[in-house]
């Protein structure tokens, strides 16, 4: 109730406002906000969990942003601040709604040498959308409102707020205070701007007109939920659908219009459909590097429409014929409304031809994806998983070749299935997919990381074993990080014993070491053993840690243009 003159610790109303706000988790390494987490305990159901790692508790944060739409909170201290802004980079590169607090400096003793302390607020600036300081508890519960504010509005992305004290102390003092939370605010997307209804128009009259025309959606369209209406519109216009790797959960990849992620880390059919595209439809996607191969895919130039939340996308790296300021979910919906199906007619040819690039990608591809090698192919471990992750399962896939081994190859069986992805960050995945589960833990979540990706965060099993996070990790074991090898290969003039020490490790059966820390491991050496592995691990409800022993020496395909 507004108004009341009770004073209250700063504990209680913070604690009281994340359950409002509808937060299940925190993730964290202390201490930070003592007093908030025993009154967490006392006046909530939040669970606390703590990682071993700052950066692992961001990533856990991002992972279950990115799996809920709801922002993911990390907590450190002082002397943990910079290790949380590192792991907000990847949340803030993909739109990710996580916001972090952490403890900070205190006017008494700052520039005197105090303990553990510089000054960390500089080094949030790149990795967030607002990046504050709470002074007084006074300012906890509007500055906390802020956060989740800029959070989920537009386009998404992380927020962080520095607590007075080294371990955010501030929250132990007392003020007159309210525990008010605008819930509108507690999910992406709070708001569903309109577009205008000329630009609308102007868009669908273009897009009616073209014979060849294509949509690159991206991650714009995951956070405002609009997969049904993107594949609605696709179909009454039979326009096909390419995705950024952000984007790949807005439609399954078994659609007849689906041609699969364009880019760098891509499908070479969908690389190709949008390069013979007379139109390319740009749906929230930034137009980023890795989605248009580095501005190759589509070429600048090419006739391009583009829908977005933020005017300042628009037209960014393409010159525009038409743009629409909007969320894409009523956008689409606009253009659904007033499309005129009989247009649909003359891209007959088009649709035929994206499904002989469709066809001819899995001709080139199925030696690969069916492999029975020994060392096992790892394109084989991306078709295990498009067969038998749940129908209402989410994907957590890391950065380098495991993103272009799944990117390319993974398939999406149906749109109750989800994908997530590393924005660059090796090692990304793993917390992210136990973050995931955490948000979702009714639906199974399936990771698939290097072997590289997966040392960076081990210490985490340990953690999903203690707050019951049983997300089923695969590992393609290969023994290095193999995606360097062409770059050392190069570097050295070709491939030496010394060029291949500065990406290769020691045999590690990861398998043995997830039943030392308490979850369950099995080994895969055969392709054959992929399927009941994976059966047996999403019955198991705990932690799993399927090793795969996978070949060093295969590479995955790179971009076409
Ligand atoms: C934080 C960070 N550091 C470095 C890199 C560069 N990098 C990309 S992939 C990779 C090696 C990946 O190895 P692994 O996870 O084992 O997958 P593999 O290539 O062997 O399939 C490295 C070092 C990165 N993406 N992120
Ligand atoms: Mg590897």
């Known amino acids: 109730m507004l108004g009341h003159n009770t004073k209250r610790t700063g504990a209680e109303v913070f604690a009281e406002m994340l359950a409002g706000y ?73 739109h990710s709604p996580v916001i972090a607090i952490t403890g900070g400096r205190d006017p008494k003793t700052k520039f005197r040498k105090v303990y553990q302390e510089v000054d960390d607020i500089p080094a949030f600036e790149p990795v967030t959308k607002f990046n504050a300081t709470v002074d007084d508890v006074v300012r906890i519960p509007d500055m906390l409102r802020q956060a989740f504010r800029v959070a989920t509005t537009g386009a998404p992305g992380p927020v962080h707020l520095q607590f007075r004290g080294n371990e955010g102390q501030v929250d132990t003092e007392e003020a007159i205070m309210e525990a008010l939370v605008e819930t509108q605010f507690a999910q992406v997307p709070p ?108 070429k600048i130039g090419t006739p391009a429409i583009q829908i977005d939340i933020e005017p300042e996308a628009l ?23 007033q499309a005129d199906k009989a247009s649909a007619a003359k891209r007959g040819p088009w649709v035929k031809e994206i499904a002989g690039l469709r066809d001819e ?36 896939v890391d950065t380098g070749h495991a993103g272009m081994w799944m990117g390319g190859m993974y398939d999406l069986r149906g749109s109750s299935q989800s994908y997530m992805r590393s924005a660059g960050h090796l090692g990304w995945a793993f917390p992210a997919a136990l973050g995931a589960k955490a948000a979702c833990p009714d639906r199974p979540v399936v990771c698939f990381t290097g072997d590289a990706g997966f040392w960076y965060h081990i210490a985490e099993i340990e953690t999903a074993v203690r707050w019951n996070l049983n997300a089923v990790i695969v590992v393609n074991n290969n023994g290095g990080g193999n995606q360097s090898k062409r770059g050392f290969d190069r570097a050295y003039g070709e491939p030496t014993q010394k060029s291949r020490e500065l990406w290769t490790y020691n045999p590690m059966n990861f398998a043995r070491l997830a039943e ?37 020496e295969i590479l995955a395909p790179t971009a076409v243009t």
Request: aromatic share 6%.
């Open 22 to 94: 509808g937060v299940t988790h925190v993730f964290m390494v202390p201490a930070v906000v003592r007093r908030t987490y025993a009154e967490m305990e006392k006046r909530t159901k939040i669970a606390r969990v703590h990682c071993h790692g700052e950066k692992s508790a961001a990533y856990m944060a991002d992972g279950y942003a990115r799996a809920s739409g709801k922002p993911g909170i990390c907590m450190a201290q002082v002397i943990g601040a910079l290790n949380i802004a590192a792991g907000l980079r990847d949340a803030y590169l993909a």
């Open 361 to 396: 990608w899995y001709a080139k591809y199925k030696a690969d994806l069916t492999s029975d090698v020994v060392p096992i192919h790892p394109a084989r471990i991306c078709s295990e998983l498009s067969k038998h992750v749940p129908d209402d399962g989410i994907v957590v």
């Open 191 to 298: 708001f569903r701007p309109q577009p205008e209804a000329a630009a609308v128009q102007a868009a669908l009259a273009l897009l009616q007109q073209a014979e060849r025309p294509i949509i690159v959606a991206g991650g714009g369209v995951r956070s405002s939920g609009a997969a049904a209406e993107l594949v609605a519109f696709a179909e009454a216009l039979q326009i096909p659908v390419a995705t950024s790797l952000n984007g790949k959960d807005c439609i399954p990849s078994t659609h007849p219009l689906s041609i699969g992620v364009v880019g760098t880390y891509s499908r070479e059919s969908a690389n190709r459909a949008v390069n013979r595209a007379d139109l390319v439809c740009f749906i929230g996607t930034e137009t980023g590097g890795m989605t248009t191969h580095f501005w190759a895919v589509p």
């Open 315 to 337: 037209g960014r790296n393409y010159p525009l014929a038409a743009s629409v300021l909007g969320d894409a979910k009523a956008v689409l919906s606009g253009l659904l409304e």
């Open 516 to 552: 030392d820390m308490g979850a369950l491991g099995i080994r895969v050496e055969k392709a054959a053993d992929i399927a009941p592995a994976l059966q047996k691990a999403l019955a198991a409800n705990r932690p799993v840690v399927i090793d795969v022993a996978s070949d060093i």
